[in-house]
């Protein structure tokens, strides 16, 4: 084995895998001798479990932050007020042109009485004028 196949073994499958040469190679080349105990140490260090421990303030200084940061409802100004305002009106104002306009009954006697009083004052002032222009064409 060369040091090429080495690299590759220990990627593969780590410092200590069993494949022949590879323990012969590692005792004759001291490069490939200093990477795996390099790595090795890397190993156990990062394998230590390390005890670090936490800030015993940590907990008051979020909890003092948390408190200084009321939770605060938003509130609304006169302007959004108005404009609320204005649009419950025109909507209002267009549902009752709507309901006024499709849901009126015409069949009943009360709105055929008035429609047909409607028609007899405009034609009672249809004939009023027709009789006056009669009148005074006359006197002429």
């Known amino acids: ?14 410092t200590d895998p069993d494949i022949p040469g590879f323990k012969d190679h590692i005792s004759n080349c001291n490069n490939c001798k200093r990477l795996i105990e390099m790595i090795n140490v890397t190993i156990d260090e990062g394998s230590k479990q390390v005890n ?6 940590l907990f008051t200084r979020i909890e003092a932050k ?21 649009v419950i009106f025109v909507i209002s ?6 309901v006024g306009s499709n849901f009126v009954d015409t069949s009943s006697a009360i709105a055929s009485s008035e429609i047909e009083m409607n028609e007899y004052l405009l034609f009672e002032d249809l004939d009023n004028s027709l009789e006056n222009d009669i009148l005074l064409t006359d006197n002429e």
């Open 1 to 14: 084995m060369n040091c090429k196949d080495i690299n590759r073994a220990i990627i593969k499958y780590g």
């Open 52 to 57: 670090a421990e936490p800030d015993p303030f």
């Open 66 to 86: 948390m408190e200084r940061s009321v939770y605060r409802k938003p509130q609304l100004k006169l302007a959004n007020y108005l404009v609320v305002a204005t």
């Open 93 to 98: 104002v267009f549902s009752g042109v709507f």
